[in-house]
């Protein structure tokens, strides 16, 4: 068995034919030294709350599956000691697009809140990042225990569970009107809620973003569809 230390240094090139799940540990843990999460260097990731979060781990699940934290993050083959987000690292991603993110060592040069290594909350709701108070792991031990049920206690429908039971680790919800708008603060509009690729989800929170001149900050992740899910569209009063 490598250890941890083996693993941050390795950096020869014969790791570029292994297998993608060994190549996204190395690069996950060139990213994050000294301590990378044992959860992320060991596992594919974890979908929590019912499907509704996705935090990202060191191997992923494959090209159908939920995607390893290099994917999300755009470090791509042969890993390096260079690989270091400067803004922050997408840690995990929710349904609605929402995008938990690791703050990187100075959040305030690239116009985010937050403490360094913080992880802060990118919200659909308001296309703005919100602080947690929490370090990686605090925060990641408040998930496990049920802090996604009040955090997104506002946001939830009456089906919710279903309804993304059937998502695939690669799809979201789009909402429209979109839950920032003032269509669906008057609540006047029924909420359709449509499953699509999650990449779609995202890049839509940027494209408002842009429009609307707000800053979003960072990258919110790359999370490439590939594999093809075709479900209806949910209609509900929330």
């Known amino acids: 068995?490598?250890?941890?230390?083996?693993?941050?240094?390795?950096?020869?090139?014969?790791?570029?034919?292994?297998?993608?799940?060994?190549?996204c540990s190395l690069t996950r843990s060139t990213?994050?030294?000294?301590?990378?999460?044992?959860?992320?260097?060991?596992?594919?990731?974890?979908?929590?709350?019912?499907?509704?979060?996705?935090?990202?781990?060191?191997?992923?699940?494959?090209?159908?599956?939920?995607?390893?934290?290099?994917?999300?993050?755009?470090?791509h083959q042969p890993a390096g000691a260079d690989r270091r987000p400067p803004a922050g690292l997408v840690v995990a991603h929710d349904v609605l697009g929402g995008v938990f993110a690791r703050n990187g060592p100075?959040?305030?040069?690239?116009?985010?809140?937050?403490?360094?290594?913080?992880?802060?909350?990118?919200?659909?709701?308001?296309?703005?990042?919100q602080t947690t108070g929490l370090d990686h792991d605090r925060w990641l031990?408040?998930?496990?225990?049920?802090g996604a049920a009040g955090h997104y206690r506002e946001v939830l429908w009456p089906t919710w569970r279903s309804d993304t039971a059937e998502l695939g680790p690669r799809q979201g919800m789009s909402v429209h009107p979109a839950p920032w708008s003032a269509e669906a603060e008057d609540g006047f509009a029924l909420p359709v809620r449509r499953p699509v690729p999650l990449q779609e989800v995202l890049d839509g929170h940027v494209a408002s973003c842009v429009r609307l001149s707000r800053p979003h900050s960072g990258a919110l992740g790359t999370v490439e569809a590939r594999a093809a899910h075709t479900l209806p569209a949910v209609r509900s009063g929330r």
């Open 31 to 75: 990213m994050l030294r000294p301590e990378p999460s044992a959860i992320l260097l060991n596992t594919g990731g974890i979908l929590l709350h019912d499907n509704w979060v996705r935090v990202y781990g060191g191997s992923g699940g494959g090209p159908d599956g939920i995607p390893c934290i290099a994917e999300v993050n755009g470090f």
């Open 106 to 129: 100075e959040p305030r040069s690239h116009g985010r809140p937050g403490r360094p290594d913080e992880v802060i909350y990118f919200c659909p709701a308001t296309l703005a990042w």
């Open 1 to 23: 068995m490598t250890n941890t230390d083996e693993l941050v240094d390795a950096q020869d090139a014969v790791w570029e034919w292994l297998a993608a799940d060994l190549n």
């Open 141 to 146: 031990d408040w998930l496990v225990n049920g």
